[in-house]
Nanobody, 116 residues
Framework: QVQLVESGGGLVQPGGSLRLSCAAS????????MSWYRQAPGKEREFVAV????????NYADSVKGRFTISRDHAKNTVYLQMNSLKPEDTAVYYC?????????WGKGTLVTVSS
């Protein structure tokens, strides 16, 4: 079964860090542009970060620039989102997305809660 599975979410205090993982199964994500999105309670889903197939280019939402880092490991068929200096407004369900000329695939999300 072709799918993306996110993990690594949880409860963290403001100023803390988390690393999210997005593992692909049933296919190789090396040909996909990979992105992270998030959806906070009562809000629309928004773009967080993107990384190209080679990993040579990344882009971030202004709200996370300088705090979050997206990376990919083709050997592990996984994409990561390192989140530092977390703020309460980062609380959301985080989704992984893989896009290519053949498909547009989303994971089911992992919840990140930033609270003291």
């Amino acid at each position: 079964q072709v799918q993306l599975v996110e993990s690594g979410g949880g409860l963290v205090q403001p100023g803390g860090s988390l690393r999210l993982s997005c593992a692909a199964s049933g296919y190789a994500l090396s040909s996909d542009t990979m992105s992270w999105y998030r959806q906070a309670p009562g809000k629309e889903r928004e773009f967080v970060a993107v990384i190209t197939t080679s990993g040579g280019s990344t882009n971030y939402a202004d709200s996370v620039k300088g705090r979050f880092t997206i990376s990919r490991d083709h050997a592990k068929n996984t994409v990561y989102l390192q989140m530092n200096s977390l703020k309460p407004e980062d609380t959301a369900v985080y989704y992984c997305r893989g896009r290519s000329s053949k498909m547009d695939l989303w994971g089911k999300g992992t919840l990140v809660t930033v609270s003291s």
